[in-house]
């Protein structure tokens, strides 16, 4: 009887412990941002954001606002090279309400314009943070490639750039 009990603790504490949680990366993230602020082409926003220009669309679109629906094509990935989502692996843009989305991804849409394209490099503490997501390490720097294709404005905005 003894024996069954303790095989059924194991178990449970077994269950418990749910899938096995990934090193955190907070120090790595942290060497990798003050390098890369470093590199050529980069701007360090000072929360920390950094991006790169990789094409302009033009200087009459409109920039989205935090209340507005974005259309964007994206690959975001780990700073190993891991792809962790991509609407071009999807074969179709997404749209998503800017409001929704990570604080990164917030606050460089809002500078962005249609045809724009970035590689954004997102600091821990504008992406997850301490909480691990699916594949994604917590404490990980996101790298995201991102081209706003299209700024659905909310209900009542004056459409102009």
Known sequence: MASRFAVL???L????????????????SKAFMTENG????????????QYR????????????QRADEVKVHYEGKLVSGKVFDSSYERGAPTAMPLSGLIPGWIEALQLM??????????????GYGDEQKGDIP????????????????APGRIQQG
């Open 13 to 28: 504490l077994l269950a418990a412990c749910g899938a096995p949680k990934a090193p955190d990366q907070s120090a790595a």
């Open 38 to 49: 470093k590199a050529a082409g980069i701007v360090t926003l000072p929360s920390g954001l």
């Open 9 to 11: 603790l194991a178990c």
């Open 53 to 64: 220009v990789v094409r302009q669309g033009p200087s009459t679109g409109l920039h989205p």
């Open 138 to 153: 917590s404490g990980s720097v996101m790298i995201f490639r991102i081209e706003l294709i299209d700024v659905l404005p």
């Open 113 to 126: 314009r249609p045809g724009d394209e970035w590689i954004l490099y997102v600091p821990p503490e504008l």
